[in-house]
């Protein structure tokens, strides 16, 4: 009896235990925590992140980023909607509008009244362009929307790029054509087969896992001199009042874009395993500097290789240490043409509103007003400095004019990818601007303000762009300057099309084709032929269907414009 | 001679007997009520877990949309299915679940059963364990690591090609994976390295269970090593390997899709996909929000399944062997 009770005893000092035990585990954070979640590669903050806490401090909320690992944003999207499990905050990308059809965001009109930050952000016009079927707006587009005054230095899109140290190698020549670009990645790579720690460089490589495969396909469309409409061509040469949609995969510059690229590749100046790399090999493979030569957007490569590029090594066979930024690895944009002398709009000046996508709050946040309330926050020019400039002192200095700049230990942190994690918070997929600050002086970026811009240049970029005469990246494009078109840009509805339709289904079969056929013709031994069978199987999938709906919602956006 | 046999006979009719009368009484539940109540909560869970799902089915027949539910969505009858067999790709994504499945149970089955035989063979009882640990514990990686390895290795920088290359037996880096004719063995290869050691646990188990006795008496007989394997341990291994090849059989649609999924790309697409990353890319990813679809395709797979288990569980039935139901 005595032992069963004392065993009882023992039994509820144990349960006391490990309620307060696990009272003490659950102490509630001093700030509201919500989570967001962007259908985007990304790195996660680690969770005493410094300026995310100082960001804390002033609005009270904290937010927990998770971003895509390994699937691709529909799916990631898909399995969202499927299990009903929303975060507070979340960038669909792709799937936004399966989102709102599902009933998943809350719309964000009566915020917008409430919190002038946001209503900022785009004209009355703007903002309707975002309305929803239901007159609604449920999400708001945060990139490239400049503050008062475009200040653009970067090229964010697409481009064949190449290193500044073969550009370097043979005197700064003009590259115009793609036979000229190959022909000099050829030149270099004879000359200097090896990297400084004995592997051989690798002259061009490609992307073409999943949807990323537009570094493949897409080149004919930008060839031909057209703007990054993304799954056409929208041909107004007839006047802007009457847009025609080309199919860029059966035009003549496709098969001459192609057969240059089996030519490559059958000399070897293509990487093998163009073909079958994953993401992760490719970004990989370009850390290592290896790669002279490559097409594909800006973002989509660029801020992943930067802390490599940056870092301090000493395998070179000399026992020379040695950095890839400074031996002239970083890429610089070309815009190639298949004519020499053609105009071109790799680069799209002006700001580009990406309505088919966008930051949006969930139904399942608790507590919506105090959401917008921090998005609006994040606006204040106090936080948008603490986001991109960092902390006073810290990270930047002021200077007597009141014109931030940062120390070389300064931008080197800020290139790191652990002093990221653990010390620098952008919120980098809710809004924000560029362009010029609200103090009038320095830039909402660092990346945007000329000192800060020609200061991170690595030295062989900076002579680079001397020699060339530009001034930033989008000099170096060079691109037209023109006026967006209404209708522009055409992805922002192909992406979201659904099998619905039969155009809907020609473009999910449009796709499975060419990613079966563009690597197939580029490693084929006999490219007639096999260009011959791809364009048959083309035609088999009814691409037709998809160019009729384009065509519809090219005329449908006009008329909307003029509306 | 003749009595026995009756006289089994005849317990054999009692028994019989006794088994189909109906014996459920209210005395009987009284005596067994726990043991009613035990098995109640497997039936009650088997019913919540298993059967309450399948009222979902009913979104095959609809166009389903997520806020509509089921009561508000549009019944299109076979519209889903029909949409799905006229579609070539599905026809082939079929193919591959069926080839690259029965290649994994085949060679799965008869490695891991050679592996089982041949570790048991091994006399030093400190290797044996050895081994047999290290060859289950790639059981535990998961998919994304071994296909990091497996895509490594056969890159046209990886071990694979180096060494081929430095044996002088190819000349220039062989592209394994941009070529469909190697997918299905790349496939089968890795899912051998990776449950191989895993599978063969069963039988190893199986064959401890075998009596010593034969083999003794096999070998006062003059069996030698070989023999014995052929004559005594396989046919004593016959009922596992039918009730696993049964119940495997069901299977065989799970060909699998992380392995397919992370290793395929362009160029081998058209022998890479299976049903799994089908009903992904055409009925969960966002732009392609069609549960009917996904749900059709499902219905399918699980009626060839079940096709296949009674087909092969008859089978057995036939042959006098052990069965399943």
Redesign the interface.
């Known amino acids: 009896m005595k032992a069963k009770k004392l065993f009882s005893l023992a039994l509820a000092a144990v349960m006391v235990a490990s309620c307060v035990a696990a009272a003490g585990c659950g102490k509630k954070s001093k700030y509201t925590e919500f989570t967001m979640f962007a259908a985007m590669a990304g790195k996660e903050k680690d969770d005493d992140n410094e300026i995310m806490e100082l960001i804390a401090e002033k609005t009270g909320v904290k937010v927990k980023e998770t971003w895509l690992t390994?699937q691709?944003?529909?799916?990631?999207?898909?399995?969202i909607?499927?299990s009903g499990k929303l975060p507070d905050f979340i960038d669909?990308g792709?799937?936004c509008v399966?989102?709102y059809?599902?009933?998943m965001l809350v719309a964000w009109d009566d915020y917008l009244e409430k919190y002038p930050n946001l209503k900022e952000m785009y004209t009355d016009k703007e903002w309707d362009q975002f309305r929803m079927s239901d007159g609604k707006i449920y999400w708001a587009n945060v990139f490239g929307n400049h503050y008062k005054e475009d200040t653009t230095t970067g090229h964010n899109g697409e481009a064949f790029w190449i290193q500044a140290r073969v550009l370097e190698w043979d005197g700064y020549p003009t590259i115009e054509t793609l036979d000229q670009y190959f022909d000099l990645l050829e030149r270099y790579a004879a000359a200097n087969p090896n990297m400084p720690d004995g592997t051989p460089v690798i002259p061009y490589t490609c992307l073409?896992?999943d949807w990323k495969?537009y570094c493949l396909e897409n080149a004919p469309m930008f060839l031909d001199g057209y703007p990054n409409d993304g799954c056409v061509i929208v041909d107004y040469s007839a006047g802007t009042d009457n847009p025609k949609i080309v199919d860029y995969n059966t035009t003549p510059t496709a098969k001459i874009y192609f057969a240059k690229l089996n030519e490559e590749y059958n000399k070897g100046a293509i990487d093998?395993?163009f073909?079958?790399?994953?993401y992760d090999?490719y970004i990989s493979k370009l850390s290592t500097g290896r790669v002279l030569g490559l097409c594909d957007q800006y973002w989509d490569f660029a801020y992943s290789i930067m802390g490599p590029f940056a870092e301090e090594r000493n395998d070179a066979t000399d026992g020379q240490t040695y950095r890839l930024d400074k031996i002239g690895c970083d890429y610089v944009p070309l815009g190639l043409t298949i004519n020499a002398g053609m105009e071109q709009e790799w680069h799209s000046y002006g700001d580009e509103l990406n309505k088919a996508s966008g930051c949006a709050v969930t139904t399942s946040c608790k507590n919506p007003d105090l959401a917008f309330e921090f998005l609006s926050r994040l606006l204040d020019q106090d936080i948008h400095d603490l986001r991109f400039w960092g902390i006073k002192d810290t990270d930047y200095l002021v200077d007597a004019n009141g014109m931030y700049y940062r120390t070389e230990e300064m931008r080197d942190n800020w290139k790191s990818d652990a002093y990221n994690a653990k010390h620098c918070c952008q919120y980098s997929y809710m809004p924000q601007w560029r362009g010029r600050s609200k103090d009038g002086i320095n830039c909402m970026m660092p990346d945007e303000q000329p000192s800060e811009f020609l200061a991170t240049l690595s030295e062989p970029l900076r002579k680079c762009f001397e020699a060339y005469g530009a001034g930033n990246y989008a000099d170096m494009v060079g691109s037209r300057v023109c006026d967006q078109q209404p209708w522009y840009p055409m992805w922002s509805w192909s992406?979201?099309?659904?099998?619905?339709t039969a155009g809907?289904i020609a473009w999910?079969?449009m796709g499975?084709t060419?990613?079966?056929w563009?690597?197939?013709v580029v490693?084929s031994a006999d490219f007639e032929t096999d260009w011959a069978a791809y364009m048959d199987a083309y035609n088999a999938v009814h691409p037709e269907d998809f160019l009729a709906e384009a065509q519809a919602e090219a005329e449908k956006r006009l008329a909307d414009s003029k509306s | 001679m003749e009595n026995s046999i009756s006289q089994s006979e005849k317990l054999k009719q009692l028994t019989e007997k006794e088994l189909h009368k109906p014996k459920f009484t209210a005395k009987e539940f009284k005596r067994q009520w726990i043991l009613v109540v035990i098995s109640a909560i497997y039936v009650i869970y088997g019913i919540i877990f298993y059967y309450l799902p399948l009222l979902g089915w009913i979104m095959a027949f609809q166009n389903f949309k997520y806020y509509e539910g089921f009561t508000g969505s549009k019944f299109v009858g076979f519209d889903k299915f029909k949409f799905l067999f006229s579609d070539d790709s599905f026809l082939r994504v079929i193919r591959n679940t069926f080839a690259m499945g029965v290649l994994n149970l085949f060679f799965g089955t008869v490695v891991a059963i050679a592996f089982a035989i041949l570790l048991n063979e091994v006399r030093n009882r400190h290797f044996k364990k050895a081994i047999q640990t290290i060859s289950y514990l790639p059981h535990f990686l998961s998919w994304i690591i071994v296909v990091a390895i497996v895509h490594d290795a056969l890159t046209s920088t990886g071990i694979i090609n180096d060494l081929l290359m430095r044996f002088g037996i190819i000349k220039q880096a062989y592209p394994f994976l941009a070529k469909p004719g190697w997918f299905w063995p790349i496939v089968t290869l890795s899912n051998l390295w990776k449950e191989t050691g895993w599978n063969a646990i069963i039988y190893l188990a199986a064959i401890t269970a075998i009596d010593p006795c034969l083999y003794e008496s096999a070998a006062i007989d003059g069996a030698g090593r070989f023999q014995k394997m052929r004559y005594i341990t396989l046919p004593s291994l016959r009922p596992t390997i039918m009730i696993l090849l049964i119940m495997n059989l069901g299977n065989v649609l799970n060909a699998g899709f992380e392995l397919q999924y992370l290793l395929g790309n362009g160029l081998v697409q058209n022998v890479s996909k299976t049903i799994d990353i089908y009903v992904l890319e055409w009925a969960i990813s966002a732009r392609n929000l069609d549960y009917s679809l996904g749900t059709a395709a499902g219905i399918f797979k699980t009626v060839v399944s079940l096709t296949l288990i009674v087909i092969a569980n008859f089978i057995a039935k036939r042959k006098g062997d052990e069965r399943l139901f």
């Open positions: 390994g691709d944003a529909g799916e990631a999207i898909g399995s909607i499927a669909g792709d799937g399966q989102l059809e599902n009933k073409c896992e495969y093998p395993d073909a079958t790399q994953t090999e992406n979201s099309i659904s099998n619905e809907g999910q079969k499975e060419k990613h079966y563009l690597p197939k490693m």
